[in-house]
Structure formats: structure tokens, C-alpha cells
């Protein structure tokens, strides 16, 4: 959960400042995710963070995708 409350609140710090907070999956792409703005802000800012255990990175887009899944359905009421 704290997880989820971290990513919610880089998306609502990444909108505020005029982006939009994206992820999905993606055929195309060699990670099996979108390649979208938010999910390499994510990412490059997961990469700064001082913490020994780290989650692999299609672990981080699956907690991506489901973080941003339940700010869009907490947003609807």
C-alpha cells in the first residue's frame, strides 16, 4: 500500500505540473509496457531512491498499472 500511495502521489505531482500520468501494456514495445512519459519518470526517479531491495522492472510497471487503476476508480467515486 505504501507503494501505491508513493507512485499516486508522483502522478498527481506529474499532472499538476502539466503531464498526464499513463501506463499500459504494450505488444510493441520490448518491455511488454507502453513507453509512455510517466512510467519513464517512475522509473528514473525509483532508480534514485537509496533502498537496497529493489523490485524488478516489470515489477515496478505492474504497480504502476495498478496504482494509477485505483486512483482512476477512487477518482470516479
Keep these: ?3 501505491e500511495r508513493f507512485i499516486v ?3 498527481d ?3 499538476t505540473a502539466g503531464g ?3 501506463a499500459y501494456t504494450s505488444e510493441y514495445s520490448g518491455s511488454g509496457y507502453g513507453e509512455t512519459p510517466f512510467r519513464n519518470f517512475v522509473h528514473a ?3 534514485m531512491l537509496p533502498i537496497n531491495s529493489r523490485r524488478t522492472p516489470s515489477g515496478l510497471d505492474d504497480a504502476i498499472r ?3 487503476h485505483r486512483r482512476r476508480r477512487a ?3
Excluded: C
Aim: glycine share 4%; aromatic share 14%; no cysteine.
Design 13 to 15: 505531482q506529474f499532472e
Design 45 to 47: 526517479f525509483y532508480e
Design 9 to 11: 502521489a508522483l502522478a
Design 20 to 22: 498526464r500520468a499513463r
Design 66 to 68: 495498478r496504482a494509477l
Design 1 to 3: 500500500m505504501d507503494e
Design 75 to 77: 477518482k470516479k467515486g
